[in-house]
């Protein structure tokens, strides 16, 4: 069935039950549009192109009619050009190529006598208009800007600005113009005029400053707006035309920005505008709204800024959720502007905190935290924690960082601060972020007059709740590092803290951590380390024997970590003589600046964590170490040096690539500063945790050779061995000194690897002198041809060990050798369990007469007792 009426479609289309009724009534009505298109049937095209343009709206493909609406545009019917420039506007956009056959219809229609057909062609063209278009349609556009008609004049302005938006360079042609109409007396025209100069100036700084010299007449006109009376016309709930009153505000905003002289000029009319308007109804919150961006963004007044903050605080107060979120943020923006104004309006901002809008909530929580300074961060600080008690879990993890932030730069003292920073790890210890808790304990090493405070404070809120992990963090490692202070109890007198414990105590609390279902990896790791501290703060012999008893229990975990440390901590026990030393306290930690969510945060970490960042450690503290690994003082050599791949470096010179565990000894060189320390047992439980650990190495490049097999004291008897490669063989720019061992001078039994064309590499084993655990491997390169052979080139050598066991190559003394020259590279092993030895071996070479070689071997050649 055919419908020849749009009302008629509209009824069927209603009247469709299902989607599937619907599609079948829009494709038959679509198949007879289409036909009648085809036949030109003029009759049916207006009627047609209507219920077209209802299917296009529904959302079903309509693209087809393109052309007849062009056709109906190019009718002398105002009826037919009417539909004709709606379904063209509707159905076609700037990009399409048929819009350039409406480019006629529009010229002669521009020039129309009746003002109507000219207004429909300025608002087609004022929407669609391309670059190209408005080019060709620019001069007609300007003509009718100086129209007698003020209907005219209002649609040309507004088609203006489409050309304006797309070719800038056209704007000269209406500047004149543009000027003319702020003195029209027609608030349409003067609306549109006002909304054209707005993105001239936008767009063009040198039409800004051209329009500058307006600032009177906008000035002039708004103060007619303000004064007048009653206007049938353009009242809007006793508010005379608030939209052009907004466009003449957003304009001053825009000329007097940076301007003293054009501010000056309007601050009277701000401050007229901002007193008179009635400010209970929508309309003139609107227009306050605009005047108070007017104030902010341009050079005014003091008293007139705090007139903007006040109406701000009194937008606060209003029951529109829409304008309190407004006021909000507009105070965050403005408060660099005049924080003190702001501060007058503390109170009702922190009572935006128990809103029920969570987005004004928001709002209310950035800006309370910007108010914070040094005469208000207890009564804000105060507020705020009151808050985070309550808070969604969205908001706790920036909150506890802002406050820690806030506490830590507006702090009044440093008890006030632990306390602060404390309750937000019993608020919210599980939404604190770690560089929080690294800052508190280091805020923690340095006050070393609260220490006994803060552990007793941390240990009375563990036994009440070891529920939220960063507290529970913090209390392990403050207790492990200061639980002797704990034991002797205080003089403080809030009844908080625990007046006497016992060492007892103290186990059974770090047992039920351990126990507790609240225990992670990383909070067993720190309580198992704060206990073996304990055992040496603790007097006790049942202490250390219980806290033996627990590390045994754990030395079956399945999580490595955990039962790596429990077997070490064990192994500890043997060392009664080094093991205080070992286990001493974590000297006072350097300031480290972290930048936070725009914050600057300084802090360092703890024992426990990795990122650590301590003072220097002695050199008792060395020689101990040393002493445990079998380097310096029980080996029989006090002044060893750590051979590490790098050059000693002095004074101020740069420090690349020098690893952290190097960094422990001060670099290359025991006798040289040293630039960071460890806690001691993780030193330990580094240096263990690092021979078990799967190995796979190539040659590193220059400077990047320290390793945990330097700390092991490999390489000293090989380096001083020959500190220097064979004089024949040609270095590479990254091969390091140290890096060879010379030849096979020294006595000991080669092992053949790999022999091929003419090319072959022995190995020579020998156990490290520093360390029995370590076997140093001599890789010797022969080019086994003559002389004149040739020369093999690009040699790299990549070998891998099993997983018990981890490998240190050094830098080859040359990946270049002529015939009969060899080339030497060390492979250092550490191999704790004294398995065999295996390799997987890469070797990768280029010879003259066989090109590019990359083959894989295995080698497992060492019988038992070779080294």
């Known amino acids: 069935m055919v419908f020849y009426r749009l009302k008629d479609l509209i009824k069927a289309i209603r009247a469709c039950k299902t989607h599937a009724d619907e599609r079948a009534v829009i494709q038959k009505e679509s198949a007879f549009i ?291 979120y407004v006021a909000l943020t507009t105070l965050n923006k403005s408060i660099s502007l005049d924080v003190n104004a702001v501060q007058r309006h503390r109170n009702i901002i922190l009572d935006c905190l128990r809103d029920a809008d969570i987005s004004i909530r928001r709002r209310a929580l950035e800006l309370s935290f910007s108010l914070i300074n040094e005469s208000n961060v207890r009564v804000l600080t105060r507020e705020l924690l009151a808050f985070l008690e309550i808070a969604d879990n969205e908001f706790k993890p920036s909150m506890t960082t802002k406050i820690c932030l806030a506490a830590e730069r507006f702090a009044p003292n440093k008890r006030w601060h632990i306390d602060t920073v404390l309750r937000v790890l019993k608020l919210a210890g599980n939404y604190v972020r770690e560089e929080m808790l690294a800052a508190f304990i280091r805020l923690v090493t340095q006050t070393s007059e609260l220490q006994g405070y803060t552990v007793q404070k941390l240990y009375s809120a563990l036994k009440e709740d070891i529920s939220q992990e960063s507290l529970t963090l913090a209390g392990v490692w403050v207790i492990g590092e200061y639980g002797d202070i704990l034991v002797q109890g205080g003089n403080y007198e809030e009844e908080e803290l625990a007046k006497e414990v016992s060492e007892s105590d103290v186990i059974e609390l770090l047992e039920s951590i351990l126990a507790g279902p609240f225990a992670n990896q990383v909070l067993r790791e720190y309580t198992i380390t704060a206990l073996m501290k304990l055992t040496s703060r603790f007097s006790s012999a049942s202490s250390s024997e219980k806290v033996k008893q627990m590390l045994a229990g754990f030395s079956t975990s399945i999580e490595v970590e955990i039962q790596q440390r429990a077997v070490e901590f064990t192994n500890l026990f043997q060392y009664d003589d080094i093991r205080p030393a070992v286990l001493e306290r974590m000297p006072v930690m350097q300031i480290k600046e972290t930048v936070i969510a725009g914050e600057r945060l300084s802090s360092a970490a703890s024992g426990n964590t990795s990122n650590q960042s301590a003072a220097p450690a002695g050199p008792s503290d060395q020689d101990l170490l040393l002493d445990l690994m079998g380097i310096g003082t029980s080996g029989g050599t006090t002044n060893a040096q750590i051979s590490t791949g790098t050059p000693t470096i002095s004074g101020n010179g740069p420090t690349n690539n020098v690893d952290l565990l190097a960094d422990l000894f001060g670099g290359s060189n025991i006798s040289s500063p040293p630039t960071a320390s460890k806690p001691s047992a993780a030193v330990v439980s580094d240096l263990f945790s690092g021979l078990g650990s799967t190995g796979a190495a190539s040659s590193p490049p220059a400077g990047a050779s320290n390793n945990i097999l330097d700390l092991l004291g490999g390489g000293m008897a090989a380096t001083a061995a020959s500190p220097t490669p064979p004089p024949v063989a040609v270095r590479t720019a990254s091969a390091n000194s140290n890096g060879s061992t010379g030849s096979q001078n020294s006595g000991h039994k080669t092992y053949p690897v790999y022999n091929k064309n003419g090319f072959s590499i022995v190995f020579t084993p020998q156990r490290d002198s520093g360390n029995p655990n370590v076997v140093n491997i001599l890789a010797t390169f022969q080019n086994n041809q003559s002389v004149s052979g040739g020369v093999i080139s690009g040699i790299q050598f990549h070998a891998a060990v099993t997983k018990t066991q981890q490998l240190q190559m050094r830098p080859a003394s040359a990946n270049e050798i002529a015939g009969g020259v060899n080339a030497t590279q060390l492979l250092k092993i550490a191999n704790p369990q004294k398995t065999p030895v295996r390799l997987r071996l890469k070797v990768v070479y280029t010879t003259a007469n066989h090109g590019p070689v990359d083959e894989l071997s295995e080698f497992a050649g060492f019988p038992e007792g070779a080294y």
Do not use: W
């Open 34 to 324: 289409r036909t009648s298109f085809k036949e030109e049937n003029t009759e049916l095209r207006h009627s047609n192109i209507s219920k077209l343009l209802y299917i296009h709206m529904l959302g079903y493909p309509a693209h087809f009619g393109q052309i007849e609406c062009l056709k109906l545009a190019a009718s002398p019917l105002f009826s037919d050009k009417r539909l004709g420039y709606l379904g063209t506007m509707l159905l076609l956009d700037e990009n399409q190529e048929v819009l350039t056959l409406l480019t006629n219809s529009l010229k002669n229609d521009l020039n129309h006598a009746n003002m109507y057909i000219v207004g429909l062609a300025l608002c087609t063209m004022g929407n669609i208009a391309s670059a190209e278009m408005s080019r060709d349609l620019c001069s007609e556009v300007e003509k009718l800007l100086g129209s007698s008609n003020m209907y005219i004049r209002k649609k040309a302005a507004l088609c203006a600005i489409r050309i304006i938006r797309k070719v800038p360079d056209l704007q000269e042609n209406f500047i004149q113009r543009a000027s003319s109409l702020l003195s029209d007396r027609n608030h349409g025209v003067l609306l549109s005029g006002i909304t054209l100069i707005t993105e001239m100036c936008l767009s063009s700084h040198e039409t800004l400053l051209h329009f500058r010299k307006a600032v009177p007449v906008l000035v002039r006109h708004l103060k007619n707006l303000v004064s007048a009376g009653f206007s049938a016309e353009h009242d809007v709930t006793g508010v005379t035309d608030p939209f052009l009153q907004i466009k003449i505000l957003r304009l001053l905003r825009i000329l007097g920005k940076d301007d003293v002289e054009s501010s000056e000029a309007m601050n009277d009319i701000l401050a007229q505008v901002a007193t008179n308007t009635e400010s209970s109804k929508n309309v003139g919150n609107s227009i306050l709204y605009e005047t108070v961006l007017t104030i902010m963004e341009t050079p005014s007044d003091n008293a007139l800024r705090v007139l903007a903050i006040n109406i701000l605080g009194k937008f606060l107060s209003n029951r529109d959720n829409n304008i309190r």
